[in-house]
């Protein structure tokens, strides 16, 4: 396998790790539930080929819980933002085909034009025993950060990138290292909100 390297600031890492000065959204009422339903398209090597990808988002990231990361990253760089994504409480769960459900911890949504947002989904990535005990580079790689682009209707594209790593370039641009052969292409993205079992 090798990396590709996206030199300059990828939009989800702008959007994950800038400082909070953002037209802020409205946060989702505490009985309501994002499902989000894609096809991921693997452009090679990846772990998604032509498969449903499925996503609850329960609860969206706090501002708070956002300027926490951003100083975490300031102070100690890659490894600090993970040990502080480890530590924030789960925001929902993802469910990729052949691998059982796994949570996710940071979720945020920003408004963009015409009624439509951006969503910017981040965790730790599950590292496999074959990766420990063949000693992969792909350890290396500890997040998985997805982004989404919706429509008012909540339907668009978007990206996910299974194991990246996250670092300052010498020209002082956020660099977003992605292991493998780049990232998996999310189509047919349709995200409805839903409520919650249990609410009036």
């Known amino acids: ?18 400082p909070v000065v953002l037209i802020p959204v409205t946060p989702a009422r505490a009985q309501e539930r994002t499902e989000i339903s894609a096809w991921g398209v693997n452009l090679g ?36 933002l993970l040990e502080a994504l480890k530590k924030m409480p789960k925001v929902g769960f993802i469910n990729v085909p052949q691998t ?12 963009a034009e015409n009624g439509g947002s951006t969503l910017v989904i981040a965790t730790d990535r ?8 063949d000693q992969t580079r792909s350890t290396d790689y500890p997040f998985e950060l997805i982004e989404m682009h919706l429509d008012a209707q909540g339907k668009g594209e978007g990206t996910l990138s299974w194991a990246t790593r996250i670092g300052v370039g010498k020209d002082g641009n956020l660099e977003l290292e992605v292991f493998g052969n780049g990232p998996v292409m999310l189509t047919k993205i349709t995200a409805k909100v839903k409520k919650s079992k249990g609410a009036n």
Do not use: H, N
């Open 126 to 133: 599950r590292i496999l025993p074959g990766e420990v005990w």
């Open 1 to 18: 396998m090798r990396s590709q390297r996206i030199f300059g600031t990828s939009m989800g890492v702008l959007l994950l790790l800038a």
């Open 45 to 80: 090597g990846s772990v998604v080929d032509k498969s449903k990808i499925d996503i609850t988002i329960e609860r969206w990231s706090t501002p708070g819980e956002r300027a926490a990361l951003v100083a975490a990253f300031k102070e100690g760089g890659q490894d600090a």
């Open 100 to 111: 059982l459900a796994y949570d996710l911890r940071y979720a945020y949504k920003f408004p």
